[in-house]
């Protein structure tokens, strides 16, 4: 939240605005917009010397009033936007001075140095250079080229360009005669770089000498407070203190001087002075001041984890400061933590400047892009930052992943990543990428040179060498992976990942004995920090021989060690599962919940509570694990999904309320989640509440993106209304804006109802086009085609319904049914499976008992369909199938 340079640790003044100033700010959109175009040159340089007068006297208010009646009266004139946009300056407004000359800066080059200053200041280095070098001052006018160069110097310090900045220096020298610029320039430098004593002795000779210049004295109070020599310090800004003028509005330079002694005076331990001049900063701004200590507190909320507390006092502080860029970020930040991409979104989208902005928002703001499916946004904004910070490594990288992640052979983004490689050599991983890249492009040995280059500047880094050696496994060169693990033994002995890899190596070759006894080696080091690894190896090695329960009890060695290895869980549970002992899972996850404090034994008990359908005990522990986690935003969606699942249990047992209640406790933690807001709507609807529902949908998000799943909510409502054409209505208007399964199913069960079939399969084609994954649009074009009398059709989609729900009984057995009419050998397996996954369906039954009869295995067909005529005896071709193969047990 604080002005002034970034590599300042000094405390800077407060970045919120007093009332009267963000009044003053927001006010600027009338300026030089006036519709009184008369033009009173003579009333206009009268106001400006007014202006002008007012602001030496510290009179800021009168001065900005006589200012903008200069610029009302000949708004021509650049003197009066320039006087306007000085007190803006000094007062630390240095948005409202942007947002006032930039619209004017090209048709006005006057007021391109205070403007500049402005930039500067707001740390847009590369904008200040840009209007610095379109403008050149008269050669006369030695201020305003001394201020130029002054300027330039400051931009090119914190751009880090050397060069430049040398150039600067020449010129600045030919100019301050006096040599205190000069000075100033190469202090800020020396600070920018960290250092405290690089100054030279006639710098800091020409410094001393200033004694009343409040630059000067602030630079050398600096100066001494980085040495931590206090008293010298507190005399410096004592003096600067002395020397500022009183004005009306606290002026930048004097916040800074108050924030600078204050630390200074807390330092030596003297608070009952530092608190004097504490209150002082209050008084001057006591909004600021009180909004400061609220922005420190949602920032150590932040840090704590505490997300949701945060929030809240950052929401609280937007409605206070809505300009405020700070709390604006931090509360992105808080929203993208939280998966809230969209809310994160909108505050990045309106505050994030790509020259000023830090590399870590600029980042979480891509990355909220890319998770709402926003590739193009993010890179395009990425893209800005890297023009406007192109020594920026960190963003480079970020830009040039992003490019690769959209298309893994771009060359621009190979470019970046290359670029800033040289720029921070430390990041090899960002090899990887160029090697994938390498891969993609058919230049295998490219790939390999880039992950062995990485490699061999940092070989104990896991996801590189494992990146690394299975390339080379990939590329038929496991000898080469044999002497690389060799090698790292030889230069790391003993260590415990010596001998997982060679373990590793050993299991690729089928070599089980010796794979074993290395990870047990590597297990038995007390130094082994990636033990998991080697558990998960010794694991593998069992399951493989088939020795299942040694695999488990490794699974569990290395759970009960260290509980918070959520990938060993997955494995652990497959294997149980095999062995039928899923109650024994629940005990042994029960025994870790109790002797540990992590979250993760509870989160996985309440997932395989889940899949028993035990949900009451599954909400127990998915609550332990929220608390343990101290509600971690991960586990919130979970959570939400196992109460909403629970709820639907209770509606079906007839206990409505305390469905309700579980349905709000999901959306306490998912507001916006359509699925559980649906089963809201439908119990109220089940219970008669129609305008209960309403009002539920009615507190729905009413934004665009999720006016798909409004239009669906409200098409429910209008059918229990029994307005079915008003619901078909809506339910068309969902569709038509985000095609989803759920209002397909609502289409095509109105049709259904209706018997409405040209409809019904006309629009299960537009549902099987839009939603191409949808089991349940291609059994629907099966059937239609197979009604058309087209096997070959209908067996296509028939086909791709099992591809996407291999579990379907009626594909299955439609699909036996034709595959026997086409005498497919295949028919029998798949009306086998039908059968097994639907033992009572009697038209299942009478298909595979039918099949069976043709076979050849007519007992088993004839007993088959015996059973099914006793399910449905009225059925006609199960009585010819069934006397059919009567017949045939009689030859």
């Known amino acids: 939240m604080s002005a002034g340079t970034t590599n300042n640790p000094i405390k800077r003044p407060l970045s919120f605005f007093s009332p009267l100033l963000l009044l003053l700010i927001l006010s600027l959109c009338l300026i030089g917009c006036s519709d009184d175009k008369g033009v009173n040159k003579e009333d206009a340089a009268r106001f400006i010397k007014s202006a002008e007068t007012y602001s030496a006297q510290g009179q800021f208010r009168a001065a900005i009033l006589e200012a903008k009646n200069a610029i009302k009266n000949d708004p021509s004139d650049p003197k009066s936007f320039i006087v306007l946009a000085k007190i803006y300056?000094?007062?630390?407004?240095?948005?409202?001075?942007?947002?006032?000359?930039?619209?004017?800066?090209?048709?006005?080059?006057?007021?391109?140095?205070?403007?500049?200053?402005?930039?500067?200041?707001?740390?847009?280095?590369?904008?200040?250079?840009?209007?610095?070098?379109?403008?050149?001052?008269?050669?006369?006018?030695?201020?305003?080229?001394?201020?130029?160069?002054?300027?330039?110097?400051?931009?090119?310090?914190?751009?880090?360009?050397?060069?430049?900045?040398?150039?600067?220096?020449?010129?600045?020298?030919?100019?301050?005669?006096?040599?205190?610029?000069?000075?100033?320039?190469?202090?800020?430098?020396?600070?920018?770089?960290?250092?405290?004593?690089?100054?030279?002795?006639?710098?800091?000779?020409?410094?001393?000498?200033?004694?009343?210049?409040?630059?000067?004295?602030?630079?050398?109070?600096?100066?001494?407070?980085?040495?931590?020599?206090?008293?010298?310090?507190?005399?410096?800004?004592?003096?600067?203190?002395?020397?500022?003028?009183?004005?009306?509005?606290?002026?930048?330079?004097?916040?800074?001087?108050?924030?600078?002694?204050?630390?200074?005076?807390?330092?030596?331990?003297?608070?009952?002075?530092?608190?004097?001049?504490?209150?002082?900063?209050?008084?001057?701004?006591?909004?600021?001041?009180?909004?400061?200590?609220?922005?420190?507190?949602?920032?150590?909320?932040?840090?704590?984890?505490?997300?949701?507390?945060?929030?809240?006092?950052?929401?609280?502080?937007?409605?206070?400061?809505?300009?405020?860029?700070?709390?604006?970020?931090?509360?992105?930040?808080?929203?993208?933590?939280?998966?809230?991409?969209?809310?994160?979104?909108?505050?990045?989208?309106?505050?994030?400047?790509?020259?000023?902005?830090?590399?870590?928002?600029?980042?979480?703001?891509?990355?909220?892009?890319?998770?709402?499916?926003?590739?193009?946004?993010?890179?395009?904004?990425?893209?800005?930052?890297?023009?406007?910070?192109?020594?920026?490594?960190?963003?480079?990288?970020?830009?040039?992943?992003?490019?690769?992640?959209?298309?893994?052979?771009?060359?621009?983004?190979?470019?970046?990543?290359?670029?800033?490689?040289?720029?921070?050599?430390?990041?090899?991983?960002?090899?990887?990428?160029?090697?994938?890249?390498?891969?993609?492009?058919?230049?295998?040995?490219?790939?390999?040179?880039?992950?062995?280059k990485a490699y061999k500047e940092q070989p104990q880094d896991l996801l590189i060498q494992q990146t690394y050696f299975k390339a080379l496994f990939q590329e038929g060169k496991p000898e080469v992976v044999k002497s690389e693990i060799a090698d790292y033994q030889k230069t790391y002995p003993g260590e415990a990942r010596g001998l997982f890899l060679e373990g590793w190596f050993a299991f690729t070759q089928k070599n089980y004995t010796l794979a074993q006894q290395s990870f047990e080696k590597a297990l038995a080091k007390k130094e082994n920090k990636e033990k998991n690894l080697s558990y998960a190896g010794l694991a593998e090695v069992y399951k493989v021989q088939g020795q299942l329960q040694k695999a488990v009890n490794t699974w569990q060695l290395l759970l009960q060690e260290d509980p918070s290895q959520v990938a060993a869980y997955s494995d652990w549970l497959q294997l149980m599962q095999k062995l039928n002992r899923s109650k024994e899972a629940v005990s042994f996850l029960q025994d870790l919940e109790a002797k540990s404090d992590a979250w993760q034994p509870s989160v996985v008990l309440a997932q395989v509570l889940v899949n028993q359908n035990q949900f009451?005990?599954?909400?127990?522990?998915?609550?332990?694990?929220?608390?343990?986690?101290?509600?971690?935003?991960?586990?919130?969606?979970?959570?939400?999904?196992?109460?909403?699942?629970?709820?639907?249990?209770?509606?079906?047992?007839?206990?409505?309320?305390?469905?309700?209640?579980?349905?709000?406790?999901?959306?306490?933690?998912?507001?916006?989640?359509?699925?559980?807001?649906?089963?809201l709507i439908q119990l109220e609807i089940a219970q008669k509440n129609i305008p209960e529902a309403q009002k539920v949908l009615d507190q729905f998000s009413a934004s665009t993106d999720v006016a798909a799943e409004r239009d669906y909510l409200q098409g429910l409502i209008r059918a229990a209304e029994n307005k079915p054409e008003e619901a078909l209505s809506m339910f068309k208007s969902s569709w038509s804006k985000k095609p989803m399964e759920v209002v397909a199913v609502a289409i095509y069960s109105h049709y259904q109802r209706n018997n409405k079939d040209d409809l019904l399969f006309e629009f299960a084609n537009d549902w099987s086009a839009k939603l191409p994954q949808s089991a349940q649009s291609a059994l629907l074009m099966a059937v239609d085609a197979q009604n058309k009398k087209d096997p070959a059709e209908a067996i296509k989609w028939y086909e791709k319904t099992l591809a996407l729900a291999p579990n379907t009984p009626a594909s299955l057995n439609n699909l036996a049914w034709l595959y026997y009419e086409q005498k497919n050998p295949k028919a029998t397996e798949f009306a086998e499976k039908a059968y097994k996954l639907a033992p009572d369906n009697p038209a299942i039954i009478d298909t595979y008992g039918w099949i069976l009869v043709e076979t050849g295995k007519v007992r088993e067909g004839y007993e088959l369909l015996e059973r099914a005529l006793s399910l449905a005896p009225k059925n006609t071709e199960i009585q010819q199938h069934l006397a059919e193969a009567k017949k045939r047990l009689k030859k």
């Open 616 to 679: 009451a005990d599954a909400v127990k522990h998915i609550d332990i694990a929220l608390e343990r986690s101290g509600k971690a935003e991960q586990l919130k969606k979970l959570a939400a999904n196992v109460y909403n699942q629970y709820a639907s249990l209770l509606f079906k047992e007839n206990k409505p309320e305390e469905s309700k209640k579980m349905i709000l406790k999901a959306l306490s933690f998912a507001p916006e989640n359509m699925n559980i807001l649906a089963s």
């Open 89 to 452: 300056n000094q007062l630390g407004a240095f948005n409202a001075t942007q947002t006032m000359l930039e619209p004017m800066a090209e048709k006005m080059p006057e007021v391109s140095l205070v403007l500049a200053e402005a930039y500067v200041a707001n740390k847009k280095f590369r904008s200040a250079l840009n209007i610095l070098s379109s403008y050149s001052p008269n050669k006369d006018d030695i201020e305003a080229s001394l201020q130029k160069q002054i300027l330039m110097a400051r931009a090119n310090i914190y751009l880090g360009d050397k060069t430049e900045l040398t150039k600067v220096l020449v010129d600045l020298e030919r100019l301050d005669t006096k040599k205190i610029e000069l000075s100033l320039v190469k202090a800020e430098a020396s600070f920018a770089q960290g250092g405290t004593t690089a100054l030279s002795e006639d710098a800091m000779n020409q410094l001393i000498g200033a004694s009343e210049n409040i630059k000067a004295l602030m630079t050398l109070g600096d100066l001494q407070l980085r040495q931590n020599n206090l008293a010298a310090a507190e005399e410096y800004f004592t003096k600067a203190l002395s020397i500022l003028p009183n004005t009306d509005m606290f002026t930048l330079n004097k916040l800074s001087v108050l924030g600078q002694l204050t630390e200074t005076l807390i330092r030596q331990g003297k608070s009952g002075e530092a608190y004097r001049y504490q209150k002082l900063l209050a008084e001057a701004n006591p909004e600021s001041h009180q909004a400061q200590e609220k922005f420190n507190d949602a920032m150590e909320l932040f840090r704590q984890g505490k997300f949701a507390d945060a929030e809240k006092t950052l929401k609280e502080l937007r409605e206070q400061f809505p300009q405020d860029k700070n709390t604006a970020m931090l509360l992105g930040l808080i929203e993208y933590q939280k998966g809230q991409n969209k809310e994160a979104i909108e505050l990045f989208d309106q505050f994030i400047d790509p020259e000023t902005t830090s590399t870590s928002i600029i980042q979480a703001a891509a990355l909220a892009k890319f998770r709402s499916n926003k590739m193009d946004e993010a890179i395009a904004m990425l893209k800005k930052s890297v023009e406007s910070q192109p020594n920026n490594a960190e963003i480079l990288a970020t830009y040039g992943l992003a490019l690769l992640e959209k298309d893994n052979t771009s060359e621009e983004g190979q470019k970046a990543i290359e670029k800033s490689l040289a720029l921070n050599p430390k990041q090899q991983r960002l090899r990887l990428s160029l090697a994938k890249r390498d891969f993609a492009m058919k230049n295998p040995g490219l790939g390999l040179g880039q992950l062995q």
